[in-house]
């Protein structure tokens, strides 16, 4: 049903959509939806930015997101209206270890972001033993002082405040770096754990609190995935796409935005656009490239660059990796100096479809590598970007050989790719829930622009999907109204 208009009818309204990510693509969608006629750019050669499939050793895998969060429908939403309900899936309920320094054990379950709801549970005490859970645990009676009432506070304060140091370090440290690539002492609390502060100060402890938000979290696992990988998404994005006419233009990288006559002017490696609408769902620094020739005050909302991240795909024949020694995979908690990869999902094992595919004996494993410590990156050896992919494969065989406690050796394996990402997990540092919206208002000063993404929304497919929905709609809206 593409979406051109017909002789009688009025004239669609136009809008071009600047990247063409998963912000990128939903928010064409949406406007397609909204019968206006869109045009999205997209400066690599293909859609889906983080979220895409690649070939290894003859297998499709996911070369970056591989599942998304289950605390709100927006995502299963999503792709039941693009026709995968039936493919959603769940994890192998095995759940994740911790490596720490002296050895590995699975992951408490009872947390959020591995803060435990119960620090005297056993597996708790097993993790950082019996004193630093009841330090933990005097969260429970200690006063709150002003902690709470603090401009800025950042993830690692309030698990140090509260819980003490052992928390943080052993249990906390590796699933932020996981799940964000970076540390919790630059993590804000508000952006990565909204609504934790206010709970903490209604039920008094940050336990308490942690117990809250998990008995009001959908049952069942806290995270699902597609049959097939999560790239299935973008595929079918774009097969949806097509289907309502829009216009999706790769290697069309967009080097300048302006507006003339109340029209976008959009300069692209494609040619130039004109537009009544414009989405940026670009990156946050190309973002800020593009809007501040023509608004000034972007140029000091510059975001900080997120880490450089590189995930090391390993295809191997190893049948002792059947047992899943490790659960789904591995968080890597500080101190674990010999290891280099901050984490290792198990792949075949996390997701029976992909064992299904491979059949017994062969595996896949992920390790991703870098963080943002707040620290020179150098000291700490976090940043791989100066790494060659030869060098950073040789590494994963040797962490996934201690990680896994099987050796992992060159003839073990079947194919291996390294995919690296530099602007795609932007760093939710203290202090971003402010600049997100110092650079709302400033967007807000033109009209008929809306700004998507994860710089903004946050990292994670929900997140981006719930936002770039209600922005284009929010433009669609505009676009409907007569311009003032
Ligand atoms: C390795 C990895 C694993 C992840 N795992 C998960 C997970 O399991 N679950 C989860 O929920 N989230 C995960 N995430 C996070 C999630 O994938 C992202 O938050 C989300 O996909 C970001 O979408 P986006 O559209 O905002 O940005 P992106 O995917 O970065 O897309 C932005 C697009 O804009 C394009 N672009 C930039 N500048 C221009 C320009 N000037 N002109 C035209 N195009 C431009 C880029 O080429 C890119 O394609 C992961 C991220 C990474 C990197």
Redesign the pocket.
């Known amino acids: 049903m593409p979406n051109r208009q017909h002789a009688g009818q009025a004239k669609a309204a136009t809008a071009v959509v600047?990247?063409?990510?998963?912000?990128?693509l939903v928010s064409a969608r949406e406007l397609a939806l909204q019968g206006i006629d869109v045009t999205v750019?997209?400066?690599?050669g293909h859609?889906?930015?983080?979220?895409r499939r690649h070939d290894v050793a003859g297998f499709l895998l996911d070369a970056?997101?591989?599942?998304?969060?289950t605390r709100s429908k927006a995502v299963s939403d999503l792709a039941e209206e693009l026709g995968l309900g039936d493919e959603l899936v769940q994890p192998d309920p095995a759940g994740a270890w911790l490596q720490l320094p002296e050895s590995a054990r699975p992951l408490p379950k009872s947390g959020i972001l591995g803060i435990p709801a119960d620090p005297m549970e056993p597996g708790v005490i097993a993790a950082i033993g019996r004193a630093a859970a009841l330090r933990a645990a005097a969260d429970k009676v200690l006063p709150l002082g002003n902690l709470l009432g603090k401009d800025r506070l950042s993830l690692g304060e309030l698990v140090r405040t509260r819980m003490g140091h052992s928390v943080l370090e052993r249990l906390v440290t590796p699933v932020a770096a996981g799940v964000y690539s970076a540390d919790p002492d630059v993590l804000d609390v508000d952006s990565v754990a909204p609504g934790l502060r206010a709970s903490v100060a209604s039920h008094g402890s940050l336990q308490a609190a942690v117990g809250a938000m998990r008995k009001a979290a959908p049952a069942g696992s806290a995270?699902a995935g597609i049959n097939g990988g999560?790239g299935r998404l973008t595929e079918a994005l774009l097969a949806d796409l097509a289907q309502r006419g829009v216009s999706v233009r790769t290697k069309?990288?967009?080097?300048a935005v302006s507006k003339h006559d109340g029209e976008w002017r959009v300069e692209?490696a494609a040619g130039t656009f004109q537009a009544q609408g414009l989405v940026i769902?670009?990156?946050g620094g190309?973002a800020v490239?593009?809007l501040a020739p023509g608004l000034p005050g972007f140029e000091g909302l510059r975001p900080e660059p997120g880490p450089a991240?590189a995930?090391v795909t390993l295809v191997l024949d190893e049948p002792e990796l059947d047992a899943h020694p490790r659960g789904t995979g591995l968080l890597v908690a500080a101190g674990a100096d010999r290891i280099r990869a901050k984490a290792l999902t198990h792949a075949t094992a996390k997701w029976p479809w992909l064992a299904a595919q491979t059949g017994p004996g062969t595996h896949v494993l992920r390790l991703?590598y870098g963080r943002a410590t707040g620290k020179p990156e150098s000291a700490r050896g976090e940043d791989f970007t100066g790494w060659a992919d030869e060098a950073l494969y040789r590494q994963a065989l040797a962490d996934a050989t201690e990680l896994m406690g099987v050796p992992v050796a060159d003839a073990d394996i079947l194919g291996w790719k390294v995919?690296r990402?530099t602007?795609?997990?932007p760093s939710a540092t203290v202090g971003h829930r402010d600049r997100v919206a110092a650079v709302r208002e400033l967007a807000g000063t033109w009209e008929r622009l809306q700004l998507?993404?994860?710089?903004l929304?946050g990292?994670?497919?929900?997140?981006?999907v719930t936002d770039?929905r209600a922005r284009s709609r929010q433009l669609a809206a505009e676009l409907a109204a007569p311009p003032s």
């Open positions: 600047v990247g063409g990510g998963i912000a990128g750019f997209e400066a690599s859609c889906g930015g983080c979220v970056g997101a591989e599942s998304f969060a995270v999560m069309a990288r967009v080097s692209s769902a670009a990156d190309s490239d593009l991240v995930l991703s995919v990402w602007a795609a997990l998507a993404g994860a710089w929304a990292t994670g497919l929900v997140a981006v770039a």
